[in-house]
């Protein structure tokens, strides 16, 4: 008769209950440690309703939001449709669908490809399909030269951030804004 590889505890032992209440702990911290919140993507900080972030730290400012994965685009067929944040959808405008961010909030989109981006503004729930990240307008596909499907980096817009703040004004053309005042 072959013996056991395995060692078991005796009933009773009083040495293999510390072992086990280790093990026990350590399964469930890393359960916990794995586990992840459906409402967030793969992120660094969380974003909040307003799409703002915060650092526990002040010393360490909050790093930006970002999303990795595919996009997709959408036009004539919804045309003229109302979006989930009640306005028509106008494929020729910068907007997008995203299944979880609040409504309104500005995102610069990266064509992982080219690295051409753009700035585009949430307005809709989607995409529909499952695995991908985004639904672009026909307009900010163009823009990002996406004919079809293509991975994508998604960076939330937020007031602290000057370099994305500036990058989007710039992109709406809204020069006043960008102007620093001057001394006379």
Not at 86 to 97: I, L, R, S, V, Y
Not at 123 to 143: H, M, T
């Amino acid at each position: 008769m072959k013996s056991n590889p395995f060692r078991t505890a005796q009933y009773g032992s009083m040495t293999s209950l510390p072992k086990l209440a280790a093990g026990v702990l350590l399964a469930a911290l890393a359960l916990s440690a794995s586990a992840r919140d459906p409402e967030k993507s793969t992120t660094q900080p969380q974003v909040q309703a307003a799409g703002r972030h915060q650092s526990a730290n002040p010393a360490h400012p909050a790093r930006r939001w970002y999303q990795v994965g595919i996009a997709s685009w959408y036009g004539n067929h919804f045309q003229g449709r109302k979006t989930a944040d009640g306005e028509k959808f106008d494929m020729n405008q910068m907007t997008c669908a995203h299944p979880t961010l609040p409504m309104g909030t500005w995102l610069r989109v990266t064509n992982l490809k080219n690295r051409h981006s753009t700035f585009v503004r949430v307005n809709d729930r989607g995409p529909v399909i499952e695995g991908r990240i985004v639904d672009l307008s026909a307009a900010a596909a163009r823009v990002l030269g996406l004919s079809g499907v293509g991975r994508v980096k998604l960076e939330a817009v937020r007031q602290e951030d000057p370099e994305l703040t500036l990058a989007l004004l710039s992109q709406l053309r809204v020069p006043s804004l960008l102007e620093l005042p001057t001394r006379n």
